[in-house]
């Protein structure tokens, strides 16, 4: 998962920027620098994103206890059903981090085994943790101050713990540092395995030759980060992203039906029911397709996000490029390797 609340908001954008702008250095730092240390602020912030809605959900049952439940109605309840497409991607944003556990595959110890069970254990918790999140929220706000509130766990910390409020926008903040630096430890490892494949540039199968981290993917997936950040509208970052991030996931499992059916031969390590993943992409289909209707420019605009990976593509892999263009990548790709001081993993294994 990643955000237990909505820290940035039009009113507060440029602080908002600011105050990402500073997360993003210093993780990518700490990302570039040492493994081990990305690994354990990951751990750290997670455990204390947790614990403070540990805390939000035993006070949700006390609440209970006490027979708050006058906002559990099906008042005002929405039934434009492209709107309820449209809100999936709010939804599942917050779900989305067990996409990234595939792209870390590579550094995980005893993948077939370890990779399904840390999905099904880290899905199940999340869906669990968050649902009863929710539920705590309601038994104290309102739908409208949920809907209004930029910090849902703050609102509901001032309303319920007094002088002790304080510790969750403390807690907020650690939720927010911790999703940073899972999106730039995941994320960078995509690129480098695309690299890696032949199908982005060479820069980015490069490791530095001390630290041994892929500080070029970093910097990159750092780079691609303070871009958007370029919009203030958090909603709208949302909708891109969430219609970009469907559409690729739904067309990569829908590999997997189609390999099943014209390469049964391939050795399949892990291998999941069919019924999965044809689940799968019915509601990929109907959280993409809806909402081109409901929001046809923010669906627009994710597929221009998409798009955009096609000249990369052909520019650096795919075309073939004259002589002068050849050397002058080749040069570019020499003086990137000088200020950043990387090689390839099995060069830098031999230093």
Not at 187 to 201: I, K, V, W
């Amino acid at each position: 998962g990643r955000d237990f609340s909505r820290v940035c908001l039009d009113d507060k954008s440029q602080e908002c920027l600011r105050r990402q702008f500073g997360r993003e250095v210093v993780l990518t730092f700490v990302n570039c620098w040492n493994v081990k240390w990305a690994t354990r602020v990951q751990d750290i912030f997670t455990g204390a994103k947790l614990f403070a809605l540990a805390v939000i959900i035993i006070t949700g049952f006390v609440q209970l206890g006490r027979g708050q439940t006058q906002y559990f109605t099906f008042d005002n309840t929405e039934h434009d059903i492209t709107k309820i497409a449209l809100s999936f991607y709010s939804g599942l944003f917050a779900y989305n981090g067990w996409n990234y556990l595939n792209f870390v595959i590579e550094e995980l110890k005893e993948p077939v085994k370890n990779l399904p069970k840390a999905i099904y254990i880290s899905i199940s918790l999340v869906t669990a943790v968050y649902v009863l999140t929710n539920v705590a929220f309601y038994t104290t706000l309102s739908p409208a101050e949920v809907l209004g509130s930029e910090a849902v766990a703050v609102t509901f910390a001032n309303r319920l713990y007094g002088y002790m409020a304080w510790i969750m926008p403390f807690f907020v903040a650690c939720s927010t540092f911790g999703a940073v630096n899972g999106v730039l430890l995941t994320s960078s490892r995509l690129f480098y395995a695309g690299a890696m494949e032949g199908q982005m540039p060479e820069i980015l199968t490069m490791i530095q030759v001390k630290r041994m981290t892929p500080t070029p993917a970093v910097l990159f997936m750092a780079f691609l980060s303070l871009v958007y950040l370029g919009s203030s509208n958090i909603f709208a970052l949302i909708s891109y992203v969430g219609f970009a991030t469907w559409v690729s996931i739904g067309l990569a499992v829908l590999c997997v039906p189609w390999l099943r059916w014209k390469a049964p031969e391939l050795e399949r390590p892990i291998k999941v029911n069919l019924i999965w993943p044809v689940l799968y992409i019915i509601a990929t289909i109907l959280i993409t397709i809806v909402p081109m209707v409901a929001a046809p420019i923010e669906t627009g605009i994710g597929v221009g996000i998409i798009s955009t990976g096609i000249p990369v593509y052909l520019l650096f892999i795919k075309v073939r490029k004259p002589v002068w263009i050849k050397r002058g990548l080749n040069n570019l790709n020499i003086v990137l390797q000088k200020v950043m001081m990387v090689c390839q993993p099995e060069k830098a294994a031999s230093l």
